[in-house]
């Protein structure tokens, strides 16, 4: 078992986003999972991500407060406890259109390794 305490998580900075702060909770570590990291997004009103993609797919969990996500044309708001999955190559952009902090759990594969 590998135990990350939250008082020893870090930040860290996503491409594309503003208005949030990132904490790594678990990954890119020795002992830590092997096949994807996970994220602690923290978007204050008005931040958001995008427009972009990857090339792997991700999962948002919102745990407080609501998020605007928007791909392919279709809006959705995400609330407490309420999840997504954004496809590898879709394009989406994400937003926190409310006034309260939104508090969003991220998981991540790690990127493929370069050869």
Same mark, same amino acid.
């Given at each position: 078992?590998?135990?990350? &305490? =939250?008082?020893?998580?870090?930040?860290?900075?996503?491409?594309? #986003? #503003?208005?949030?702060?990132? %904490? &790594?909770?678990?990954?890119?570590? $020795?002992?830590?999972?092997?096949?994807?990291?996970?994220? %602690?997004?923290?978007? %204050?009103?008005?931040?958001?991500?995008?427009?972009?993609?990857?090339? =792997? $797919?991700?999962?948002?969990?919102?745990?407080?407060? $609501?998020?605007?996500?928007?791909?392919?044309?279709?809006?959705?708001?995400?609330?407490?406890?309420?999840?997504?999955?954004?496809?590898?190559?879709?394009? &989406?952009?994400?937003?926190?259109?409310?006034? #309260?902090?939104?508090?969003?759990?991220?998981?991540?594969?790690?990127?493929?390794?370069?050869?």
């Amino acid at each position: 078992m590998h135990v990350k &305490r =939250f008082e020893d998580a870090k930040p860290y900075e996503a491409p594309n #986003h #503003h208005g949030v702060v990132g %904490l &790594r909770l678990q990954g890119f570590e $020795e002992g830590g999972p092997e096949n994807q990291w996970l994220g %602690l997004s923290q978007f %204050l009103p008005g931040g958001g991500a995008g427009p972009d993609s990857t090339p =792997f $797919e991700k999962v948002y969990v919102v745990l407080d407060g $609501e998020m605007t996500v928007q791909t392919g044309g279709a809006t959705t708001v995400l609330k407490k406890y309420d999840s997504c999955t954004i496809a590898p190559g879709e394009v &989406r952009t994400i937003e926190n259109r409310s006034n #309260h902090v939104c508090t969003m759990l991220v998981v991540i594969p790690y990127p493929p390794e370069k050869s």
